[in-house]
């Protein structure tokens, strides 16, 4: 048995049938480009490209060592919360891109404008005298 090998046969070029999703592909690609069907060539990308990556997640061997619960938790909430901090960076930005304030920024342009204000009335007593 080889280094490629599984469960007795071996294919290190893939699995089989995986290049033949390239040809929907490359059709939608050739119409999204051509202007042709856009509805179709959305269609056909997006099929292909999400078949390609359940056959390659399909193809994915994983063993995991033994570990104690412990480690797993630790695992676990790690994870999390990355995933967690990930998706709050993410919430920080609207549909064009641009930056969403924040609270803690509200709150510093709400004092900003205070002092603003503060600094008028200070100018207006100070022109009374």
Request: glycine share 12%.
């Amino acid at each position: 048995m080889g280094y490629w090998s599984r469960g007795g046969w071996a294919m290190p070029w893939g699995t089989p049938g995986m290049g033949l999703l390239m040809l929907p592909l490359g059709i939608g690609v050739c119409l999204l480009f051509a202007g042709y069907n856009r509805r179709w060539a959305n269609l056909l990308i997006w099929a292909s490209l999400s078949a390609l990556l359940v056959g390659v997640l399909n193809s994915l061997r994983m063993s995991f060592m033994p570990t104690s619960l412990w480690q797993l938790a630790v695992y676990v909430v790690m994870i999390a919360a990355g995933g967690g901090l990930m998706f709050r960076g993410l919430r920080a930005y609207d549909d064009d891109g641009k930056t969403v304030m924040t609270r803690g920024e509200a709150s510093q342009e709400e004092l900003r404008r205070e002092i603003e204000e503060l600094k008028a009335r200070l100018d207006q007593r100070s022109t009374e005298r």
